[in-house]
């Protein structure tokens, strides 16, 4: 079992900054490939980025390629997303996800409860 907490997350203007942390404890943090993903209100969950056991390849959506980047520290057992010139549709609950190297929702086997970001105009 992996537990994961996001945090990092609130209300700013576009074109402003936020960086989210998402914490994991539980199985080695390491063994797993972590992963972003949002939810706006009335849509689907959508992938964000992605990145592997050791950091070494990421993967950004297009719709946040430039603009976002995931990193991760295996020694903290955090994995990061920092976010640069936010505009409104970046508005979500953004969750991260443990799993197996992918865009798709269901390689992720374990999730954290989401944090809010909105961004106002």
């Known amino acids: 079992q992996v537990q994961l907490v996001e945090s990092g997350g609130g209300l700013v203007q576009a074109g402003e900054s936020l960086r989210l942390s998402c914490a994991a404890s539980?199985?080695?943090?390491?063994?797993?490939?972590m992963g972003w993903f949002r939810q706006a209100p009335g849509k689907e969950r959508e992938f964000v980025a992605v990145?592997?056991?050791?950091?070494?390849?990421?993967l950004h959506a297009d719709s946040v390629k430039g603009r976002f980047t995931i990193s991760r520290d295996n020694a903290k057992n955090t994995v990061y997303l920092q976010m640069n010139s936010l505009k409104p549709e970046d508005t979500a609950v953004y969750y991260c996800?443990?799993?197996?190297?992918?865009?798709?929702?269901?390689?992720?086997?374990?999730w954290g409860q989401g944090t809010q970001v909105t961004v106002s105009s």
């Open positions: 996800a443990a799993g197996t190297w992918g865009t798709e929702a269901y390689k992720y086997d374990y």
């Open positions: 539980g199985r080695a943090f390491s063994s797993y490939a």
């Open positions: 990145i592997t056991r050791s950091g070494s390849n990421r």
